[in-house]
């Protein structure tokens, strides 16, 4: 692509996908995401060509500028949007389609000291909301999503919705993904209507095969999940229990003041039972008076 269309397109770029710009003006003197890719294109050239120390120059001016750091070494396709890109980091081996969309905070990096490919692939279209890790040398799929604040640390298939830490798979093509048998019912109906005979047994095997059918992410490790619902159950067994007891309570209470009633009343009729004296050969009714209580 020559150089003024590809600037042309970078300014077009920001317009589709940002309400916020008003101006060819304020894109070009306003937007570090766009100031970041700029540089990055210079570095990256000088990379290529053996020039390290000075291609690192440029990458660390960028971020000292934009707040943005990527790599000299990483491979960014047209059409890329940063919007609010303060805390971005790219790393070296990391690889950028057309079209994507990276918010602020946002990592593309490796999970350990490996050479070689360490750092994630995107594909085409794919959004990667604020706050997102994507760490490990894996493919994120064309028109993919990565939630705000998502950790993923495996290959996300094409028009997947990923959520969570770690990241799993809640949408695909569009419809609602609750576990294993759903996903892979989706991705088969997809298959089915790419031109793939799904009836066939071979191709039916070699397609649950490819497929990555493992979503029950809480067999990751995640002590910190664990222990949320430990102490959920704890709670719920004690409001049990509680409230058993203000039952038991209620009862006893109950129990307690119908005997003092029985009780109260059995003394009250002794108290009135009349007495008959012999005062001079007569013969006097004499009742009982009852003491006042305070």
């Given at each position: 692509?020559?150089?003024?269309?590809?600037?042309?397109?970078?300014?077009r770029v920001i317009f589709e996908r940002d309400p916020a710009a008003k101006s060819t003006l304020e894109v070009l003197f306003c937007y570090s995401g766009l100031h970041a890719i700029w540089l990055?294109?210079?570095?990256?050239?000088?990379?290529?060509?053996?020039?390290?120390?000075?291609?690192?120059?440029?990458?660390?001016?960028?971020?000292?500028?934009?707040?943005?750091e990527i790599h000299p070494g990483?491979?960014?396709g047209d059409g890329l949007f940063i919007d609010h890109g303060?805390?971005?980091?790219?790393?070296?081996t990391a690889e950028i389609g057309k079209n994507v969309t990276l918010y602020q905070g946002v990592t593309l990096g490796g999970t350990g000291k490996e050479k070689g490919k360490r750092h994630p692939t995107i594909g085409n279209n794919v959004v990667v909301a604020s706050g997102a890790k994507v760490l490990g040398s894996f493919k994120v799929g064309d028109h993919a999503k990565i939630g705000a604040g998502s950790v993923v640390l495996k290959e996300v298939p094409p028009?997947?919705?990923v959520?969570?830490?770690?990241?799993?798979?809640?949408?695909?093509?569009g419809k609602r993904i609750h576990n294993a048998e759903e996903y892979k019912k989706v991705w088969l109906d997809y298959c089915e209507s790419r031109g793939y005979d799904i009836n066939n047994p071979d191709v039916h095997k070699e397609i649950c095969d490819e497929i990555d059918v493992d979503l029950d992410h809480d067999i990751l490790p995640d002590p910190e999940k664990e222990m949320l619902e430990v102490m959920s159950r704890q709670i719920q067994r004690m409001e049990k229990r509680i409230s058993d007891l203000e039952k038991q309570l209620e009862s006893a209470?109950?129990?307690?003041?119908?005997?003092?009633?029985r009780t109260s009343a059995v003394e009250v009729k002794l108290e009135?039972?009349?007495?008959?004296e012999n005062n001079n050969n007569m013969k006097i009714l004499t009742l009982p008076v009852r003491s006042q209580k305070s």
């Open positions: 692509m020559k150089f003024f269309a590809r600037i042309k397109k970078d300014i990055h294109r210079i570095s990256h050239a000088l990379f290529k060509r053996g020039w390290i120390v000075s291609a690192r120059l440029i990458s660390n001016l960028g971020r000292f500028l934009t707040g943005i990483a491979t960014i303060t805390g971005i980091v790219i790393g070296e028009y997947a919705t959520v969570g830490i770690p990241g799993r798979i809640v949408v695909l093509h209470k109950a129990a307690i003041s119908a005997e003092s009633m009135e039972k009349p007495k008959i």
